[in-house]
């Protein structure tokens, strides 16, 4: 089980709301959030109602004001708890929308697809264990994609804006 307390104000101050489970709209339990507090388990957070927008991948621990997880902006309004995974993890990522193209195969973390796989654009996916991670830029850097068990057809599937896939990280329990 999870929690995580979101704050209006930074530093941890003014209205709060204490979630510990997923929600897709957070709207009617405050205006912005400035702040948050993971008590316990990992969450993604998302800027838009039904878990759309951007999406920041939240751990254990203290975020005093919105940079701390990379965000954009003060506007969260849904969360989704992670379950955590323990076991394997396996994906396969295809250069072709419907699991066209070339096809890999991942089991760990790539911290650059370019470097691996001499290609970045991920059309579709099937991620058939654990959960994972896919961001826009190398390293572990930008925009940030949360990808549970299923298939993903084509790169909207998991939210993107495009099918740049920058590095690809397992969500593992720290």
């Known amino acids: ?5 979101f704050y209006e104000d930074r530093n941890f ?4 709301y204490e979630c510990m489970n997923d929600c897709s709209d957070l709207h009617s339990y405050f205006n912005r959030c400035n702040s948050c507090r ?3 388990g990992c969450w993604m957070v998302y800027e838009r109602p039904n878990y759309m927008g951007n999406q920041y991948f939240l751990r254990r621990g203290e975020y005093p004001d919105y940079h701390r997880w990379m965000g954009m902006s003060d506007c969260i309004r ?3 708890m992670i379950p955590m995974m323990h076991g394997s993890h396996r994906m396969r990522i295809y250069e072709r929308m419907e699991f ?4 890999m195969e991942l089991t760990n973390d790539c911290p650059n697809m370019m470097d691996r796989f001499h290609f970045s654009d991920i059309h579709s996916c099937n991620v058939m264990e654990g959960n ?3 961001y826009d830029q190398p390293n572990y850097m930008g925009r940030q994609y949360y990808l549970r068990a299923g298939e993903y057809r084509r790169f909207s599937d998991w939210g993107g804006m495009s099918a740049r896939v920058g590095s690809i990280r ?3 329990d720290y």
């Open 1 to 5: 089980m999870g929690k995580i307390i």
């Open 13 to 16: 101050g003014g209205r709060h």
């Open 38 to 40: 993971v008590e316990s």
């Open 78 to 80: 849904s969360c989704r």
């Open 100 to 103: 066209g193209g070339q096809m």
């Open 132 to 134: 994972w991670l896919f």
């Open 170 to 172: 397992r969500i593992m």
